[in-house]
């Protein structure tokens, strides 16, 4: 009677992953998303770069002040005059020496009005436009720290399916020597391994690139992301209706908020146009000093006169060649264009939080798909594990179970990372985006 050689089992799945993860696990203190967060705000020159416009655009927004405030001048002088006559004949030299003070406060000016209003939709502008560049920073710097996680991942469920193979490998060799199995298993199992390998060499290229983008982002040399917890329960879209996201954007959006506030730029360049043909009134002041201590050229006593002169100065713009109606023309298109600017604004801003929107469903539905696949490809694997064992399945029959096995723990993976991400994503969409949705994230983190 012939005894049938039983098969030694494979490695357990959980036990080869676990072991991988485990020295996958970094030895330096791990950062979460919201400290990783803080240290790109502080470093990433995009970010400082548009802090910096936004400053600059507050100092010129305060500009416009000046057209509205009054202006003031000292002026001084001294000049030496040498005075020749012949009838009577004289020859002597003075001095002249001459200070004054000039005042002037605009009382009716209209065009130097609207430019003090357009100053202050450019401080709005100049809000909007950091706030977006905020808004980018906490989505690039999430992309990255998910797309580290990733790789890390994938590194990880590669050598846990290195780990698996080999046993695999080993399995069909002892089975060929005692002739229980063909070659044809050996070299199967000898090309999976092989092609396992190569998985293995470009998931730690491709770790290693994107640790180099992160440590790039957020200033920091071997920065290391705090990963999910397991089980991980992802949060909710709520509100769970595309409309209000998209009503939201309209309130909320910077690009929306950037071209309303172009929009009244345009409208008050109207007036500033307009004000060509309005008059100019401006209250004026002055005081005046002149001292002649040797005189001058009538005489030669010593003198001084002070003079104090308060007024208003009207002007009246008549004729400009009609560059005044040009100007009001053009300005009449820019604010049509500026118009057209916002519709266009908010219909792509409502284009892009729908497709966030429904991203964030996909996601959230592949997740609960790939949850069921990985249980289903972990029972087809023990399936064919015992198949092998007993002889009704060959060889191929595990190494697919285990490949289509990890590959789908990798997509579970990579879809869990894309929800939070496109959560965040669609913030970004509609503009309610800000540093406190972190919190949310970094709660699903590691602690």
């Known amino acids: 009677m012939t005894t049938l050689l039983k098969k030694p089992a494979l490695l357990p799945l959980a036990l080869a992953l676990g072991t991988v993860l485990a020295a996958l696990a970094p030895a330096a203190q791990a950062q979460n998303l919201v400290e990783l967060y803080r240290s790109a705000r502080g470093y990433d020159a995009a970010y400082q770069s548009s802090r910096s416009l936004y400053q600059a655009n507050l100092a010129k927004a305060d500009q416009a002040k000046a057209g509205v405030l009054p202006t003031a001048g000292l002026s001084a002088g001294m000049n030496r005059t040498n005075f020749e006559n012949n009838n009577p004949v004289t020859d002597r030299s003075f001095n002249a020496q001459t200070a004054s003070f000039n005042a002037s406060q605009p009382l009716y000016r209209p065009g130097n009005w609207a430019t003090y209003e357009q100053g202050k939709q450019q401080v709005e502008l100049s809000k909007a436009q950091l706030e977006a560049a905020e808004q ?202 500026a118009r057209t600017d916002l519709e266009g604004a908010k219909r792509g801003v409502a284009l892009g939080t729908r497709t966030a929107f429904f991203g964030v469903l996909s996601g959230q539905g592949q997740v609960k798909a790939l949850e069921a696949a990985e249980a289903s490809s972990q029972s087809a694997l023990d399936a064919n594990k015992l198949g092998y064992q007993v002889g009704v399945r060959i060889n191929i029959d595990v190494l697919n179970a285990q490949s289509q096995l990890f590959q789908t723990k990798r997509d579970l993976a990579v879809a869990r990372y894309n929800v939070l991400v496109g959560g965040l994503k669609l913030r970004q969409a509609n503009g309610t985006l800000t540093p406190e949705d972190l919190l949310l994230v970094n709660s699903l983190l590691v602690q």
């Open 136 to 337: 980018d920073l906490i989505v690039r710097t999430s992309q990255s720290y998910f797309d580290v996680l990733a790789a890390q991942d994938t590194l990880a469920f590669v050598r846990a399916q290195k780990a698996a193979v080999a046993e695999q490998l080993a399995s069909a060799k002892r089975n060929f020597e005692v002739g229980t199995s063909t070659i044809t298993d050996s070299r199967e199992a000898q090309a999976r391994f092989d092609l396992v390998i190569a998985q293995e060499i470009a998931a730690e290229n491709d770790l290693r690139v994107k640790k180099i983008a992160l440590d790039q982002l957020v200033g920091k040399t071997d920065a290391q992301p705090k990963g999910l917890l397991v089980p991980v329960a992802l949060p909710p879209l709520v509100p769970n209706d595309v409309a209000a996201w998209v009503r939201q954007s309209e309130d909320f959006h910077p690009t929306i908020k950037q071209a309303q506030a172009n929009l009244e730029v345009a409208k008050l360049e109207i007036n500033k146009a307009e004000a060509g043909h309005k008059p100019t009134v401006d209250l004026t002041a002055s005081y005046g000093v002149q001292r002649n201590p040797q005189g001058s050229a009538i005489s030669t006593l010593n003198s001084r006169s002070n003079s104090t002169t308060i007024g208003l100065a009207l002007n009246l713009p008549l004729f400009a060649g009609f560059a005044t109606q040009n100007r009001i023309r053009e300005t009449l298109s820019l604010e049509e264009k």
